[in-house]
């Protein structure tokens, strides 16, 4: 995003932060916003200090509405943060509930040109039909007019004279006079009102050469019918402004159809544990609907507003709001989607939607921790300059004509300040990566952003980790060895691994096939990241985890350990251990194959201990970089000194990927370069991955990074290509030789091109991948 | 030549006409929804009751 500093130097925004919108907007038509209920049902998330919600904004269409909406906080600090959805039309707001209310942020987006469409109830389709419906009225009375003036300007190009008699040549001017006044003042109100209103924020957007043209034809026609000199140019006119909203209208229908939206349609790799008749099923989040019930674990996260059942809840709102003490929520409160449970189970009544976007939105919101991989911005340094450096040369050209020709200057201008078009050089990488997002998505794997894209491309080591990642959670693999476990026992073991989300708590507890029976109270759960967890269940104490966690209690329990095994303590007496064999993914041997032919450098870590070395080597060849008996913090440093090294070039460091398990590798994927958890639809997300990966798909790593690269290439080539549109355009402008209305149907076709273009492009890209 | 204003004239009132039509069709919102009505016309008629044909005798079949 641009730098503070740029951002004040072109835009010439004052230094001291303060209220930018001059003037006052008086109006009771927002006063119900005022109402505790309303509020309610409008915003997503709601505390002391902060509020979340978004807004459909129907009058979104061009890029420089993006830059004026995400500097909201420049207008008014009291608004934290605002980022936009383009496709979708909306955008999502964070303010200080403290220091502006929902009512005064509806307004300051209605003042600067956005009035947000409200719904209630579904009213927000109303809404954005009236406001289409708006734009067809004027693309009509613009056909109408236009087409008459065209007819009734054929004499004035064809006849050699025979016009001067009975007075016709007069009639038809005044004629097309009067067709020429719905056009401006009604058809070509939107452009007029846009620009008017961008410069009332100081800034200029892409609306303002276009009324500028319009401006300047008409006023140089009515000049010309008014003094009697020439029949004026209305049909360019108003040519003009009708090809400028069908272009404009087809643009929309255009960018919709290409709708990226990830909801609904997209793989989401959220799973979440519903009650069905007192038996726990495992269904993916999108599956979810009101009234369900659903169980959350130590650490999961809750994917919808909930209302709280049955256990005790601590809620960690840091996903949400970057506060991270817990809230003590009691039975029959609502808790808001995003909170993370700390602590033992719970049960929840889902009471709202499951909005993926929203959590999306929070993922790539979690700038209170993660600064890396932003959204890539709409905003490429160069377009800051755009529309100062057309101005520029529609001033050159209006002066060069001048002097030289002035009978050029009306169409060498107003084509020039048309026929340039920003669109396609802002809007060719959003296309991109929306495709290739929508892509990835299919191959079940979901990306927090475009951005992650763009590091994908500069990949040049991988670090694995083993347990769930290379590894499958199969849970026939299980086998019990100690001494055998009562009844009682037996339920007590069942019960406190139901509590945890670590992939071996899972394998155990689902061949324990304890989703069949209900669940026994637990007392003083307590998880320790990577080592095991302990908790009192029927009296009995009981800890849980690997050799080195249960030596800690009881020296020398356990001796020299090989294999992955899970000990079982009670009471402080070493009862026995699970073994869990390590059953590989499959694929896993090609896709090292292919990345080591594709120049990548592969590293496995793990927490286990060291007895599968000769398997891994099977895998990854002698050579390869292994490490075991790895703590979270270990896992760390060893990225951090992977990404130290220096390649030739000098100065060029190793890019990182790491594979993962999102909870207990957090740190590490926080570290790397990109960060992927791999999941097998759980419950768990955590903000500290760049990527979720379904673990089915682990053997197409190699197909995703060369995608990624091509993803940039194809970027670059669009860009290289808006930009020669436009100079040949302008080359043609200026010479007076491109008429303005061609340019009017030109700066639309322009960008409709390019964006089909780029999806085109993308799609086949992984057609040849095998992605699609 | 004179005749052209009054064909010039009645040309242009024809054209308000449309233009008044399609202002009113986009109105009265037949295009808000420009999905539904392409599945609903395949929907096969519904079976006519054989209470209301005995009684009906004079309606024409339907297509």
């Known amino acids: ?163 001067e008699k009975n007075g016709l040549k007069e009639t038809f001017t005044w004629l097309n006079f009067f067709l020429s006044v719905p056009v401006l003042f009604f058809s070509a109100s939107g452009f007029f009102i846009s620009a008017i209103k961008g410069l009332r924020q100081r800034f200029l957007n892409i609306d303002a050469p276009i009324a500028l043209a319009i401006i300047v034809t008409y006023a140089r026609s009515y000049y010309e019918i008014i003094s009697g000199h020439g029949a004026g140019y209305l049909d360019s006119g108003t040519g003009i402004v009708f090809f400028m909203l069908i272009g404009r209208w087809f643009q929309d229908k255009t960018y919709d159809s290409f709708s990226f939206d990830r909801d609904y349609l997209s793989y989401f790799p959220l799973g979440v544990t519903v009650m069905q008749q007192g038996v726990e099923k495992n269904i993916p989040v999108t599956q979810l609907q009101k009234g369900n019930r659903i169980i959350i674990r130590n650490h999961e996260m809750i994917p ?140 079940k794997l979901y990306l927090k952003n475009s951005g992650v894209i763009e590091s994908l491309a500069k990949i040049d080591t991988i670090v694995f980790d083993k347990t769930g990642t290379l590894t499958q959670n199969k ?67 009981i800890k849980m985890g690997s050799a080195n966690f249960i030596n800690q209690f009881n020296k ?27 059953q590989y993914r499959t694929g896993i041997s090609e896709l090292v194959k292919s990345l080591s032919k594709q120049k990548i450098k592969c590293c496995v870590l793990s927490g286990d201990n060291d007895a599968e070395k000769e398997n891994l080597q099977n895998f990854f060849g002698k050579n390869v970089d292994l490490h075991f008996y790895q703590s979270p913090q270990q896992k760390l440093e060893f990225i951090k000194k992977l990404q130290a090294q220096t390649f030739s070039p000098p100065g060029f460091r190793g890019n990182v990927l790491m594979l993962g398990d999102g909870l207990n590798d957090a740190g590490a994927l926080m570290q790397s ?23 089915s798909n682990v053997q197409q790593i190699n197909k995703f990074l060369s995608f990624a690269k091509s993803g940039k290439k194809i970027v670059t080539a669009s860009f290289i290509l808006s930009i020669l549109y436009n100079i040949v355009g302008l080359s043609f402008a200026v010479q007076g030789i491109l008429s303005p209305m061609v340019a009017a149907i030109l700066m639309p076709a322009s960008s409709i091109s390019i964006v089909l273009l780029v999806t085109l492009l993308s799609s086949l890209s992984a057609r040849l991948k095998g992605l699609i | 030549m004179s005749v ?60």
């Open chain 1, 1 to 163: 995003m641009l730098s503070e500093n740029d951002l004040c130097v072109y835009y010439d925004f004052d230094k001291n932060p303060g209220i930018k919108a001059k003037g006052k907007f008086v109006s009771d038509r927002f006063a119900y916003l005022d109402d505790e209920s309303v509020k309610n049902k409008l915003v997503q998330f709601s505390s002391a200090t902060q509020t979340n919600v978004t807004f459909s904004l129907p009058q979104m269409h061009c890029s420089s509405c993006i830059f004026l909406l995400e500097n909201l906080h420049r207008i008014n600090a009291a608004i934290t943060t605002s980022q936009t959805n383009f496709q979708r039309k909306e955008v999502f707001i964070i303010f200080d509930t403290e220091k502006i209310s929902l009512r005064k942020v509806v307004e300051l987006l209605a003042f600067i040109g956005y009035e947000p469409a409200i719904s209630l109830k579904d009213t927000v389709q109303k809404k954005t039909t009236s406001f289409n419906k708006q734009q067809i009225y004027k693309i009509g009375v613009a056909g109408f007019c236009f087409a008459n003036i065209m007819m009734l300007s054929f004499p004035e190009y064809f006849s050699s004279g025979n016009m």
């Open chain 1, 304 to 443: 919808a507003d909930a209302v709280l059942m049955s256990g005790t809840a601590s809620i960690d709102y840091s996903f949400v709001s970057g506060e991270n003490t817990p809230v003590q929520k009691n039975m029959g409160e609502l808790i808001y989607a995003g909170g993370k449970q700390m602590g033992s189970a719970i049960e929840l009544v889902v009471a709202g939607e499951v909005s993926q976007s929203y959590i999306t939105q929070l993922w790539n919101n979690d700038v209170f921790k993660n600064k890396k991989n932003p959204e890539k911005s709409f905003i490429h340094p160069w377009s800051k300059y755009f529309t100062l450096l057309l101005f520029t040369v529609g001033i050159v050209t209006l002066i060069f004509w001048w002097i030289n020709d002035p009978s050029k200057i009306l169409p060498a201008v107003s084509s020039v300040l048309i026929v340039a078009c920003p669109c396609s050089l802002l809007l060719s990488a959003t296309f991109t990566y929306g495709n290739m997002l929508r892509i990835f998505g299919k191959n």
């Open chain 1, 475 to 541: 849970p026939s693999a299980v086998i019990y060895q100690g001494t055998p476990l009562t009844n009682n026992e037996i339920v007590a073991v069942k019960n406190i691994t139901r509590q945890s989300a670590h992939p071996l708590s899972k394998i155990i507890a689902a061949w324990l096939q304890l989703d069949k029976e209900p669940p026994v109270a637990v007392q003083h759960f307590k998880e320790y990241a990577g080592k095991g967890m302990e908790a009192t269940v029927n009296n009995l104490h």
């Open chain 1, 556 to 582: 020398a329990a356990v001796t020299h350990d090989t294999g992955t095994h899970v000990h079982v303590m009670m009471n402080n007496v070493h009862m026995g251990r699970f073994d869990i064999s390590n």
């Open chain 1, 673 to 695: 370069n990109v960060g992927i958890a791999v999941s097998d639809n759980t419950a768990q997300f955590s903000p500290a991955c760049d990527a979720i990966l379904d673990g």
């Open chain 2, 4 to 63: 052209l204003f009054i064909l010039i004239g009645v040309s242009i009132l024809v054209a308000i006409c449309f233009l008044a039509a399609f202002l009113w069709s986009v109105k009265s919102g037949q295009y808000d929804d420009d999905y539904t009505p392409s599945v609903r016309m395949l929907f096969d008629d519904s079976k006519v009751k054989s209470s209301s044909t005995k009684n009906n005798n004079t309606l024409k079949p339907k297509k």
